[in-house]
């Protein structure tokens, strides 16, 4: 259990960088916690067992072992959910409390396996002083036919000794190899991965924690993926925002409008240049801290396999939001009449990954999930490209509420969606090729026009 929750808190504390790795992706770190983790106990803890145990440990585990495969089974599901949406879990600050419920669902089948472990030495001391009283009858034997001359002493203990000690070293030995071997190849990953530390510590305690009021500033910032080290992605970035204003980033895809949201949530760090909230280089502020005054509302909004009430209030305490604030949030996300209408409400779950609703209904639970928590900075990643017309107004509708009365950083690839921005930027191959507000790109006539002029054709 120890080794599953330190490689678990360790998952949860890495960066971006880390994820973006091939060697980690999901399923292979899911398996490092689900497999390797309990191979290793077969390095640490080897010990022959009997071949017949006694019926109370085989009745007591048989009891036990639905119950613990049930809790081992949920373990992984949170492991799992906790991989695969790992921006959003570190965008609401949930690494603490998918630790702390990785940490809930195995603690049964801990308790369950020291209670085994007892029975288990129990039995083995039985089965050891069964074997031991066959010894002790053999030499009687042994002697009795030494006594009547049937045998030679020496023939009689070259016998007992190389039938128990061959035998029985051996059949120990053989049976554990696999386990061995298995077990050392599964400790060798695990203890890599202990070893590798993040460059951002999703879960640390150091850092600055000020009052942030929302400014934002990129300065002179470059950036390159580890993963493609030689593609740059912003090349020199420079555009600032006062508190309470919209930014709208645009241009063409791959120029690093959504690497730019990575940034401000601190899922990488810069390569050269400074990204500042409110005056202060973002590396100086608390990881935890700084996302937790932050909301995102990304293109394919992450919803869980819970109830549309916890699915809102995802990663708040339940009994810090009250129902009228839940109420009131879901209608400024333009959702609450619909979620009404529904059978159970509030109750109704959203199904895996929220399958249970449409784009732009998800869109609108993620919405109100980011109001929820009252962010001083908003950031919407694309919010509306994936939305038909219909649904696209709804969620516009919702946008326009939601970035109301604090500071917004809107990527967008439809231009109707920022026309209202306080201001917009041009960004080509990761610079600055433009910016002002909409009527002042518009009568420029330079790259913000032509790409209104593109869209506008596009649609006849």
């Given at each position: 259990?120890?080794?599953?929750?330190?490689?678990?808190?360790?998952?949860?504390?890495?960066?971006?960088t880390y994820f973006d790795m091939p060697r980690h992706s999901p399923g292979k770190l899911t398996t490092r916690l689900a497999t390797d983790a309990s191979n290793v106990k077969s390095a640490?803890?080897?010990?022959?067992?009997?071949?017949?145990?006694?019926?109370?440990?085989?009745?007591?585990?048989?009891?036990?072992?639905?119950?613990?495969?049930?809790?081992?089974?949920?373990?992984?599901?949170?492991?799992?959910?906790?991989?695969?949406?790992?921006?959003?879990?570190?965008?609401?600050?949930?690494?603490?409390?998918?630790?702390?419920?990785?940490?809930?669902?195995?603690?049964?089948?801990?308790?369950?396996?020291?209670?085994?472990?007892?029975?288990?030495?129990?039995?083995?001391?039985?089965?050891?002083?069964?074997?031991?009283?066959?010894?002790?009858?053999?030499?009687?034997?042994?002697?009795?036919?030494?006594?009547?001359?049937?045998?030679?002493?020496?023939?009689?203990?070259?016998?007992?000794?190389?039938?128990?000690?061959?035998?029985?070293?051996?059949?120990?030995?053989?049976?554990?190899?696999?386990?061995?071997?298995?077990?050392?190849?599964?400790?060798?990953?695990?203890?890599?991965?202990?070893?590798?530390?993040?460059?951002?510590?999703?879960?640390?305690?150091?850092?600055?924690?000020?009052?942030?009021?929302?400014?934002?500033?990129?300065?002179?910032?470059?950036?390159?993926?580890?993963?493609?080290?030689?593609?740059?992605?912003?090349?020199?970035?420079?555009?600032?925002?006062?508190?309470?204003?919209?930014?709208?980033?645009?241009?063409?895809?791959?120029?690093?409008?959504?690497?730019?949201?990575?940034?401000?949530?601190?899922?990488?760090?810069?390569?050269?240049?400074?990204?500042?909230?409110?005056?202060?280089?973002?590396?100086?502020?608390?990881?935890?801290?700084?996302?937790?005054?932050?909301?995102?509302?990304?293109?394919?909004?992450?919803?869980?396999?819970?109830?549309?009430?916890?699915?809102?209030?995802?990663?708040?305490?339940?009994?810090?939001?009250?129902?009228?604030?839940?109420?009131?949030?879901?209608?400024?996300?333009?959702?609450?009449?619909?979620?009404?209408?529904?059978?159970?409400?509030?109750?109704?779950?959203?199904?895996?990954?929220?399958?249970?609703?449409?784009?732009?209904?998800?869109?609108?639970?993620?919405?109100?999930?980011?109001?929820?928590?009252?962010?001083?900075?908003?950031?919407?990643?694309?919010?509306?490209?994936?939305?038909?017309?219909?649904?696209?107004?709804?969620?516009?509708?919702?946008?326009?509420?939601?970035?109301?009365?604090?500071?917004?950083?809107?990527?967008?690839?439809?231009?109707?969606?920022?026309?209202?921005?306080?201001?917009?930027?041009?960004?080509?191959?990761?610079?600055?090729?433009?910016?002002?507000?909409?009527?002042?790109?518009?009568?420029?006539?330079?790259?913000?026009?032509?790409?209104?002029?593109?869209?506008?054709?596009?649609?006849?």
């Amino acid at each position: 259990m120890r080794i599953r929750l330190t490689l678990f808190r360790n998952i949860l504390r890495k960066d971006g960088t880390y994820f973006d790795m091939p060697r980690h992706s999901p399923g292979k770190l899911t398996t490092r916690l689900a497999t390797d983790a309990s191979n290793v106990k077969s390095a640490v803890v080897i010990f022959p067992t009997a071949a017949l145990v006694q019926a109370a440990e085989v009745r007591y585990a048989a009891s036990r072992a639905k119950a613990d495969a049930k809790e081992m089974e949920n373990s992984g599901k949170v492991a799992m959910e906790a991989i695969e949406n790992i921006r959003t879990v570190q965008a609401l600050t949930l690494e603490p409390t998918m630790f702390e419920k990785f940490c809930h669902h195995l603690t049964e089948p801990h308790q369950t396996s020291k209670r085994k472990a007892v029975i288990h030495g129990i039995a083995f001391g039985v089965s050891c002083s069964t074997t031991f009283f066959l010894y002790a009858i053999s030499y009687r034997f042994g002697a009795w036919l030494i006594t009547n001359g049937y045998v030679s002493p020496m023939n009689v203990l070259r016998s007992l000794f190389a039938i128990s000690f061959t035998a029985g070293s051996l059949g120990y030995a053989s049976a554990y190899f696999p386990e061995y071997i298995k077990a050392t190849f599964a400790a060798g990953l695990i203890f890599s991965m202990l070893d590798e530390e993040p460059q951002i510590d999703g879960m640390t305690d150091e850092g600055e924690k000020p009052q942030i009021s929302g400014a934002i500033a990129f300065e002179g910032v470059y950036f390159k993926y580890p993963q493609r080290p030689r593609v740059p992605i912003l090349r020199g970035l420079n555009v600032s925002i006062k508190p309470g204003q919209t930014l709208a980033l645009v241009g063409p895809s791959g120029c690093g409008k959504s690497t730019a949201i990575s940034l401000l949530e601190r899922l990488y760090d810069p390569l050269d240049g400074v990204v500042r909230i409110d005056g202060i280089d973002s590396r100086r502020i608390n990881p935890t801290h700084l996302r937790s005054s932050i909301a995102l509302v990304s293109q394919e909004p992450i919803l869980f396999n819970r109830s549309i009430r916890d699915n809102i209030t995802y990663g708040l305490h339940p009994n810090s939001v009250s129902d009228e604030e839940i109420y009131d949030v879901a209608r400024r996300a333009n959702i609450h009449e619909f979620i009404m209408q529904l059978p159970d409400k509030y109750d109704t779950h959203a199904g895996d990954k929220g399958t249970q609703l449409s784009g732009g209904q998800k869109q609108r639970i993620a919405i109100a999930r980011a109001l929820v928590r009252n962010p001083k900075i908003l950031l919407l990643d694309e919010a509306t490209s994936a939305l038909d017309a219909e649904s696209e107004k709804v969620v516009r509708e919702a946008l326009e509420k939601a970035s109301k009365g604090r500071t917004c950083v809107v990527v967008a690839h439809r231009l109707s969606t920022v026309v209202n921005a306080t201001c917009i930027v041009v960004i080509k191959k990761g610079k600055v090729i433009e910016q002002g507000t909409h009527l002042e790109l518009m009568a420029a006539r330079g790259a913000y026009w032509k790409l209104t002029q593109k869209q506008m054709a596009s649609k006849k």
